[in-house]
C-alpha cells in the first residue's frame, strides 16, 4: 500500500475527511472507496494505532481506491483540527443535531466520530458547524459509511451551486 502522508501534505487538499476512532475496517474500506468516488482530497485517520492487517482489510475491502487515496494515520485528533483549522478549512461535524446545508466552503474537513459514540462534546464544541442527515419514520441511525457519502455528496453540491 502507499505511504501514509504527513499533515502539511494533506493540508494543501481542499477537502478531507477526518475519521475519528472509527475502527471497523469495513467501514473504513467503505468511506474509502466512496471519498474516492466522489472526488475528496484526502482521508486522515485518527487511531491509536492502525495494524499491517487492517490495512489489507481496507485495501481489499475498498475496491483498491485506498491505493490511489492521499491519507495519514494521527493519534491525536485535537492537533490534526488545530492545524486544519490554521489552514483555513472550514471545520465541519457528523451529528443528528446539525443543519442539512452549509454555504460553499472553499476548504473543507468533514469529521466523523466512531460507529458506537459518535464525535465527543469536546470535539464538536470546537468544530465550525454540524451537518446531519434528517431522517424518516423516527429512525436515528445510519451506517457512518452511508451517511459519509451522502454529506460529502452535500457539502460538494453545496460547493457547485
Not at 16 to 41: H, K, M, P, Q
Not at 47 to 69: D, W
Not at 113 to 122: H, K, P
Request: aromatic share 6%; proline share 3%; charged share 20%.
Amino acid at each position: 500500500p502507499p505511504q501514509a502522508l504527513s499533515l502539511k501534505e494533506l493540508k494543501e487538499k481542499d477537502s478531507l475527511l477526518v475519521l475519528c476512532e472509527i475502527s471497523d475496517v469495513g467501514n473504513i474500506g467503505s468511506i474509502f472507496r466512496t471519498a474516492y468516488a466522489l472526488g475528496v482530497g484526502g482521508i486522515v485517520i485518527c487511531l491509536p494505532s492502525l495494524s499491517q492487517k487492517a490495512i489489507e482489510g481496507i485495501v481489499r475491502l475498498s475496491s483498491g481506491a485506498f491505493l490511489n487515496m492521499p491519507y495519514g494515520v494521527f493519534t491525536q485528533v485535537f492537533d490534526v483540527l488545530n492545524e486544519l483549522k490554521n489552514a483555513n478549512f472550514t471545520l465541519v461535524g457528523a451529528d443528528m443535531r446539525g443543519q442539512e446545508r452549509i454555504e460553499n466552503p472553499q476548504k473543507w474537513a468533514l469529521f466523523l466520530g466512531s460507529e458506537s459514540v459518535g464525535l465527543s462534546a469536546r470535539l464538536k464544541h470546537k468544530l465550525d458547524t454540524m451537518l446531519s442527515i434528517k431522517m424518516e419514520h423516527h429512525f436515528d441511525s445510519l451506517n457512518v459509511a452511508v451517511a459519509t457519502g451522502i454529506l460529502i455528496d452535500r457539502i460538494n453540491y453545496a460547493g457547485k451551486h
